[in-house]
Nanobody, 121 residues
Framework: QVQLVESGGGLVQAGGSLRLSCAAS????????MGWYRQAPGKQRELVAA???????NYADSVRGRFTISRDNAKNTVYLLMNSLKPEDTAVYYC???????????????WGKGTLVTVSS
């Protein structure tokens, strides 16, 4: 079983910064890609940023230049540094990982429970 635990969400004023963390644990053989998604009230979940095990990244156009995704493979942890936050960034942010484990040796997607980010104007 693989578990993802997010932390770092909270309330911040527009223009401020937050750093989200997500630590994966369990019988993990390897984590392939990791990423962050978000879902605002009444909206569908959308990709914010993702990073492969080789370090390649991609970002949603709305956050490119403001957010930075990184990972610490030794700690099975992914981070999302969010700068210049806007009210439109308000959402529940979910950690995602494609991991090979005892449950699925060939890889399977796992999700965290989410952490709320609220940006006030």
């Amino acid at each position: 079983q693989v578990q993802l635990v997010e932390s770092g969400g909270g309330l911040v004023q527009a223009g401020g910064s937050l750093r989200l963390s997500c630590a994966a644990s369990g019988a993990i053989y390897m984590i392939n890609s990791m990423g962050w998604y978000r879902q605002a009230p009444g909206k569908q979940r959308e990709l914010v940023a993702a990073i492969t095990n080789g370090g390649s990244t991609n970002y949603a156009d709305s956050v490119r230049g403001r957010f930075t995704i990184s990972r610490d493979n030794a700690k099975n942890t992914v981070y999302l540094l969010m700068n210049s936050l806007k009210p439109e960034d308000t959402a529940v942010y979910y950690c995602n990982a494609d991991a090979n484990s005892d449950v699925s040796p060939y890889g399977m997607y796992y999700w965290g429970k989410g952490t709320l980010v609220t940006v006030s104007s």
